[in-house]
Antibody, heavy 125, light 107 residues
Framework: EIQLVESGGGLVQPGRSLRLSCTASGFAFGDYLMSWFRQAPGKGLEWVGFIRSKAFGGTTEYAASVKGRFSVSRDDSKSIAYLQVNSLKVEDTAVYYC????????????????WGQGTMVTVSS | DIQMTQSPSAMSASVGDRVTITCRASQGISNYLAWFQQKPGKVPKRLIYAASSLQSGVPSRFSGSGSGTEFTLTISSLQPEDFATYYCLQHNTYPWTFGQGTKVEIK
């Protein structure tokens, strides 16, 4: 079964850090760009950032709202993508989702088709 | 950044109604446009990819059209399980951007 499972969320004080994990199974993880999205309570969806596959340079891109504070990385040997979230702010409170995008290798059919169940990050003092 | 203007932001409709939701991109995005359905407390579900391709397993009453800057999601005959919030997403150019969402409620 193709699956993404996020973990690592929790309650954290402003200014602190967390590392979120997205563990993949059932597909060739290394072929996919891995992306993070978030959704604040009662709000819409927001793209956070992504990391390209090694075949496409393994480079990263970020939303302006998190650039310099958040960092996406990957361990293809473990099929895990990470989202390091530093200097957390109250407004970072959200459910964080990871998704896969295989459009570079497989076309649009496998772009953003699989989402994890999400992990909740609550930033509060 | 590419702005995605989605309309309407909310609507009331009855079972059996034809529903149309529109997303307009501030610049051309080719067909790098996906539509998602989200129910309260649930994970977003992809309905349409590449602007007009139906996700496997999604009922054929859902359809997408458009290219460039104008895109449409149509539900041909609204069913009770379709009451949800719908989002468009452009993934042609980063930062990837969503429309504001359309909440479809029961009339």
């Amino acid at each position: 079964e193709i699956q993404l499972v996020e973990s690592g969320g929790g309650l954290v004080q402003p200014g602190r850090s967390l590392r979120l994990s997205c563990t993949a199974s059932g597909f060739a993880f290394g072929d996919y760009l891995m992306s993070w999205f978030r959704q604040a309570p009662g709000k819409g969806l927001e793209w956070v950032g992504f990391i390209r596959s090694k075949a496409f340079g393994g480079t990263t891109e970020y939303a302006a709202s998190v650039k310099g504070r958040f960092s996406v990385s990957r361990d293809d040997s473990k099929s895990i993508a990470y989202l390091q979230v530093n200097s957390l702010k109250v407004e970072d409170t959200a459910v964080y989702y990871c998704t896969r995008d295989g459009s570079g290798s497989y076309g649009a059919l496998r772009a953003l088709d699989i989402w994890g169940q999400g992990t909740m990050v609550t930033v509060s003092s | 950044d590419i702005q995605m203007t989605q309309s309407p932001s909310a609507m009331s409709a009855s079972v059996g109604d034809r529903v149309t939701i529109t997303c307009r991109a501030s610049q051309g995005i080719s067909n790098y446009l996906a539509w998602f359905q989200q129910k309260p407390g649930k994970v977003p579900k992809r309905l349409i990819y590449a602007a007009s391709s139906l996700q496997s397993g999604v009922p054929s009453r859902f359809s997408g059209s458009g290219s460039g800057t104008e895109f449409t999601l149509t539900i041909s005959s609204l069913q009770p399980e379709d009451f949800a919030t719908y989002y468009c997403l452009q993934h042609n150019t980063y930062p990837w951007t969503f429309g504001q969402g359309t909440k479809v409620e029961i009339k």
